[in-house]
Nanobody, 124 residues
Framework: QVQLVESGGGLVQAGGSLRLSCTAS????????MGWFRQAPGKEREFVAA???????YYANSVKGRFTISRDNAKNTVYLQMNSLNPEATAVYYC??????????????????WGPGTQVTVSS
């Protein structure tokens, strides 16, 4: 069993940056595939980024080049650095973990555990 807790959300102006963190409890964090998703009001939860194993990263086209996912296995933590934020990024951001390779990687159904989410609001 893995428990995930996100932090780092908040209010930022367009063009600004935020770094989200997600810390996991339990053992064997390094063996989990980790992902970030977001959900805006009235919309479905959508894929943002994933690091299914060390050094491998994948991004949604809408954030590629502006967001960076990374993980520190010694700290049981995965990060999402978000730069050049625009109002369309306003959403609740969720951290997710998968016991094995997430299938599918870009869909919520590919993950086993979820954090409660952290709100990101980008003002114009």
């Amino acid at each position: 069993q893995v428990q995930l807790v996100e932090s780092g959300g908040g209010l930022v102006q367009a063009g600004g940056s935020l770094r989200l963190s997600c810390t996991a409890s339990g053992r064997a964090f390094a063996t989990y595939a980790m992902g970030w998703f977001r959900q805006a009001p009235g919309k479905e939860r959508e894929f943002v980024a994933a690091t299914p194993w060390s050094l491998a990263t994948y991004y949604a086209n809408s954030v590629k080049g502006r967001f960076t996912i990374s993980r520190d296995n010694a700290k049981n933590t995965v990060y999402l650095q978000m730069n050049s934020l625009n109002p369309e990024a306003t959403a609740v951001y969720y951290c997710a973990a998968s016991r094995g390779p997430p299938q599918p990687m870009r869909a919520p159904s590919g993950y086993d555990y979820w954090g409660p989410g952290t709100q990101v609001t980008v003002s114009s």
